[in-house]
């Protein structure tokens, strides 16, 4: 085997950073500290690159379109591309030791594997029969693909782009990867790495572990004051007399500032109405905010790391036809976070909704890429129930959000999920759920 430090210019690390300076400084942080690390190794130091910095792409936050920049910058030199998040914590001696045991002449997909609990149409029911089976990585736990694997990548994607419209979050789209690289069959499947790790770098197993991460809930300084968060939220008639009451019976009270926007008005909620009819296509996000259960007391922690000075657009990041020259936008479902300067660009621009019964979230997206406003992307805002998302992957969250009221009981998740307290008293009563049943 030859020196370790001899390793370090095969690696390049790869930073899955975002523009915003929150987050921007906090990829730049990782990046001065895997160099910390390897500046006594060796004479040289890696190559550290962060996303944000070479996005060329309008997607490269999905990673598959920068295959071809990888194997032409790297594709003769290196051995290993490494990918991480910026929360992400790196024992670089220890993640060099673990490459080390893989024959870099071979295609390698490594990373911390995640699954299904039930098929999911993400994964076009490919593996319904039995949906564990299909392993995909968990991006927090930093991942790796061989070189042989980016330079076939790229050979196929430049004959095979990947089709799909829609490009979802980064944990479905680890899995969208997963699924180009297997090719039904063709190509390799994920091989679990037990030394990438999620825990926090206090756990138990963190000995054990080439990599930890650290990103419950960011905190910086003071929470957000009630009375500087405005929330409005989006309903229309037919959900007046069940979803309505969900909102007021949990998070309502932690608002401070409150609207309810509708296409009727209703004293008793009381309602604002807009004058706009709901629609069928429209409804996917009108009504999809409504079926949202949020918890504003961690809204306004998170929201103490974001600077209302600079026009921010937070939630669960999403994508439409981004090979082919769309655009990113946040997925109303998970919940849509303007700052103060992002709505005043928007009212100052001519962006409009182009019809009645565009899809909001969409068109949002689609203004703010062309105002140049970059969308920054949290996890811990939920498209989804949080039975559709593996246990691991929420093991590492203090979720912001979760969607949807389809066979679950939104009290229930509020209360196990979000509720500031893990007990909390409900009518006088305490409640406590087992997350297992959800």
Same mark, same amino acid.
Request: proline residues 6%; aromatic residues 12%.
């Given at each position: 085997?030859?020196?370790?430090?001899?390793?370090?210019?095969?690696?390049?690390?790869?930073?899955?950073?975002?523009?915003?300076?929150?987050?921007?400084?906090?990829?730049?942080?990782?990046?001065?500290?895997?160099? #910390?690390?390897?500046?006594?190794?060796?004479?040289?130091?890696?190559?550290?690159?962060?996303?944000?910095?070479?996005?060329?792409?309008?997607?490269?936050?999905?990673?598959?379109?920068?295959?071809?920049?990888?194997?032409?910058?790297?594709?003769?030199?290196?051995?290993?591309?490494?990918?991480?998040?910026?929360?992400?914590?790196?024992?670089?001696?220890?993640?060099?030791?673990?490459? %080390?045991?893989?024959?870099?002449?071979?295609?390698?997909?490594?990373?911390?594997?995640?699954?299904?609990?039930? @098929?999911?149409?993400? &994964? &076009?029911? /490919?593996?319904?029969?039995?949906?564990? +089976?299909?392993?995909?990585?968990?991006?927090? /736990?930093?991942?790796?693909?061989?070189?042989?694997?980016?330079? #076939?990548?790229?050979?196929?994607?430049?004959?095979?782009?990947?089709?799909?419209?829609?490009?979802?979050?980064? #944990?479905?789209?680890?899995? @969208?990867?997963?699924?180009?690289?297997?090719?039904?069959?063709?190509?390799?499947?994920?091989?679990?790495?037990?030394?990438?790790?999620?825990?926090?770098?206090?756990?138990?197993? +963190?000995?054990?572990? /080439?990599?930890?991460?650290?990103?419950?809930?960011?905190?910086?300084?003071?929470?957000?004051?009630?009375?500087?968060?405005?929330?409005?939220?989006?309903?229309?008639?037919?959900?007046? *007399?069940? =979803?309505?009451?969900?909102?007021?019976?949990?998070?309502? %009270?932690? /608002?401070?500032?409150?609207?309810?926007?509708?296409?009727?008005?209703?004293?008793?909620?009381?309602?604002?109405?807009?004058?706009?009819?709901?629609?069928?296509?429209?409804?996917?996000?009108? +009504?999809?905010?409504? @079926?949202? +259960?949020?918890?504003?007391?961690?809204?306004?922690?998170?929201?103490?790391?974001?600077?209302?000075?600079?026009?921010?657009?937070?939630?669960?990041?999403?994508?439409?036809?981004?090979?082919?020259? *769309?655009?990113?936008?946040?997925?109303?479902?998970?919940?849509?976070?303007?700052? =103060?300067?992002?709505?005043? =660009?928007?009212?100052?621009?001519?962006? =409009?909704?182009?019809?009645?019964?565009?899809?909001?979230?969409?068109?949002?997206?689609?203004?703010?890429?062309?105002?140049?406003?970059?969308?920054?992307?949290?996890?811990?805002?939920?498209?989804?129930?949080?039975?559709?998302?593996?246990?691991?992957?929420?093991?590492?969250?203090?979720?912001?959000?979760?969607?949807?009221?389809?066979?679950?009981?939104?009290?229930?998740?509020?209360?196990?999920?979000?509720?500031?307290?893990?007990?909390?008293?409900?009518?006088?009563?305490?409640?406590?759920?087992?997350?297992?049943?959800?």
């Amino acid at each position: 085997n030859s020196p370790i430090h001899t390793w370090l210019f095969k690696v390049v690390f790869v930073i899955q950073s975002q523009s915003n300076s929150f987050h921007s400084k906090r990829a730049e942080d990782l990046k001065r500290d895997i160099l #910390k690390q390897t500046a006594d190794l060796g004479k040289e130091l890696p190559t550290v690159l962060l996303i944000h910095q070479m996005d060329r792409h309008e997607g490269a936050w999905t990673i598959l379109p920068l295959m071809r920049d990888f194997s032409v910058a790297y594709g003769r030199n290196s051995s290993w591309i490494f990918f991480c998040e910026e929360d992400t914590r790196i024992q670089v001696v220890k993640l060099l030791e673990i490459l %080390r045991r893989f024959d870099t002449s071979k295609e390698w997909f490594l990373g911390k594997a995640l699954h299904d609990e039930e @098929s999911t149409i993400i &994964h &076009h029911y /490919a593996f319904a029969e039995n949906p564990t +089976v299909f392993k995909f990585p968990d991006f927090a /736990a930093g991942w790796a693909l061989s070189i042989p694997l980016v330079n #076939k990548l790229a050979t196929k994607l430049k004959s095979e782009p990947v089709k799909s419209d829609f490009t979802i979050d980064l #944990k479905h789209e680890g899995s @969208s990867i997963a699924l180009y690289i297997w090719q039904k069959g063709d190509g390799p499947h994920l091989t679990p790495v037990p030394e990438f790790c999620t825990g926090d770098v206090n756990s138990d197993r +963190v000995d054990q572990c /080439a990599t930890t991460f650290s990103n419950f809930l960011p905190l910086c300084g003071e929470p957000v004051k009630k009375e500087d968060v405005f929330v409005a939220v989006k309903t229309c008639r037919k959900f007046h *007399g069940d =979803r309505i009451p969900v909102v007021k019976q949990t998070w309502e %009270r932690e /608002a401070a500032l409150i609207e309810y926007y509708s296409d009727y008005r209703d004293i008793s909620i009381p309602t604002v109405d807009l004058g706009v009819p709901n629609t069928e296509r429209g409804k996917l996000l009108t +009504v999809g905010s409504l @079926s949202q +259960v949020t918890v504003i007391f961690r809204l306004r922690k998170l929201l103490s790391c974001y600077d209302p000075n600079e026009p921010v657009f937070l939630g669960e990041r999403y994508g439409y036809g981004l090979g082919t020259g *769309g655009y990113s936008y946040i997925t109303g479902g998970g919940g849509m976070v303007f700052s =103060r300067t992002a709505v005043q =660009r928007l009212l100052a621009s001519k962006c =409009r909704c182009y019809s009645m019964d565009a899809p909001d979230d969409m068109v949002l997206g689609m203004c703010f890429s062309g105002l140049g406003i970059p969308i920054t992307h949290s996890p811990l805002f939920h498209q989804a129930r949080p039975m559709d998302y593996p246990k691991d992957y929420l093991s590492h969250q203090i979720p912001v959000s979760f969607h949807k009221h389809w066979n679950i009981d939104p009290v229930k998740v509020y209360f196990t999920w979000l509720a500031p307290n893990t007990e909390e008293a409900l009518n006088g009563k305490k409640v406590e759920f087992n997350r297992e049943d959800l």
